[in-house]
């Protein structure tokens, strides 16, 4: 059980960074993801709706708050929300991605929808490409 506290914990601080570490403490690869997933998304959903009072906080003390939405809003490009929330969270991370798409001024709720998605489909696939990696490796 502290093993899974461990990946949970460690999901909730640095995303996808837990799946290895799951492995690493010789867990089961359907533990390391409920695991990852569970912290990843309760990390999400804190720093989401936190990070969306941080934002309006910030947006009514800039000067010029539409040059900085601007600005993040070409990073996105033509990726949007859904490639956010579907790529985000392995490269750069759940916390990165949930800042950008907030300073972009993405819907909270659409974001988190997004990146739940994302958490559930991509957390699998690394999960899985690192076990068979350790399987074929013998790691």
Request: aromatic share 10%.
């Amino acid at each position: 059980m502290s093993d899974f506290l461990i990946v949970v914990l460690t999901a909730l601080l640095s995303g996808g960074f837990a799946i290895p570490l799951g492995f690493l403490l010789e867990m089961p690869m359907l533990s390391i993801y409920v695991a990852a997933v569970a912290g990843a998304i309760i990390g999400m959903v804190v720093f989401a709706f936190v990070g969306g009072g941080l934002r309006s906080w910030m947006m009514k003390r800039m000067k010029n708050p539409e040059d900085a939405h601007e600005k993040v809003s070409k990073v996105l490009g033509q990726w949007g929300t859904r490639g956010l929330g579907l790529i985000g969270p392995i490269f750069p991370g759940v916390t990165v991605s949930v800042v950008v798409g907030l300073a972009a001024g993405i819907d909270r709720n659409e974001l988190v929808k997004w990146m739940t998605i994302g958490i559930f489909g991509l957390y699998a696939v690394y999960t899985v490409g690192l076990a068979v990696l350790i399987e074929i490796t013998g790691v």
